[in-house]
């Protein structure tokens, strides 16, 4: 006897056109649909992570600090962090992170950020960032990028 699919499964293959979990629907006259850009799956991703929750995309703080604008601050040198160092002091003056890591790209900050968040907390914000290290892989890490660019 088959195995019993569960209901939305069943469905699924069926308004697909598959018999088989293996076997391809066969659809006439409808072109593939296009993946997703980088920018609409990093768009994707900082919505279902729940980044929105606490980091606006029109201006306005939250818990966190709002990401329009981020990549230019960011490429600006210009987020400044408790303690009074910007972002510039840690990418073009080379000093260490109190964990002894070094910057080298503003996409090196984006992974610390989200890695280990409480590293580099930035000025009038509460260490509350939850980590996200070992959940965001490098396809993750690159579609949220090209999300935060067009902020």
Same mark, same amino acid.
């Given at each position: 006897?088959?195995?019993?699919?569960?209901?939305? !499964?069943?469905?699924? *293959?069926?308004?697909?056109? #598959?018999?088989?979990?293996?076997?391809?629907? =066969?659809? &006439?006259?409808?072109?593939?649909?296009?993946?997703?850009?980088?920018?609409?799956?990093? %768009?994707?991703?900082?919505?279902?992570?729940? #980044?929105?929750? #606490?980091?606006?995309?029109?201006?306005?703080? *939250?818990?966190?600090?709002?990401?329009?604008?981020?990549?230019?601050?960011? =490429?600006?040198?210009?987020?400044?962090?408790?303690?009074? %160092?910007? !972002?510039?002091?840690?990418?073009?003056?080379?000093?260490?992170?109190?964990?002894?890591?070094?910057?080298?790209?503003?996409?090196? $900050?984006? /992974? *610390? =950020?989200?890695? /280990?968040?409480?590293? *580099?907390?930035?000025?009038?914000?509460?260490?509350?960032?939850?980590? $996200?290290?070992?959940?965001? &892989?490098?396809?993750?890490?690159?579609? !949220?990028?090209? $999300?935060?660019? /067009?902020?």
């Amino acid at each position: 006897m088959p195995a019993r699919r569960p209901w939305w !499964l069943a469905a699924y *293959l069926a308004i697909a056109g #598959c018999d088989d979990l293996g076997a391809s629907a =066969q659809v &006439n006259d409808v072109a593939p649909s296009a993946a997703p850009s980088p920018a609409d799956a990093g %768009k994707a991703i900082f919505k279902s992570a729940g #980044c929105e929750a #606490c980091h606006s995309k029109d201006g306005s703080p *939250l818990v966190g600090p709002s990401m329009k604008g981020f990549w230019k601050r960011a =490429q600006d040198r210009a987020i400044e962090f408790e303690g009074g %160092k910007t !972002l510039g002091d840690y990418l073009d003056k080379g000093e260490a992170l109190p964990s002894a890591a070094k910057l080298t790209s503003v996409e090196d $900050y984006v /992974t *610390l =950020q989200l890695e /280990t968040p409480r590293v *580099l907390v930035v000025k009038g914000f509460a260490p509350t960032a939850p980590s $996200y290290e070992g959940r965001v &892989n490098e396809g993750d890490l690159e579609a !949220l990028v090209a $999300y935060l660019k /067009t902020l």
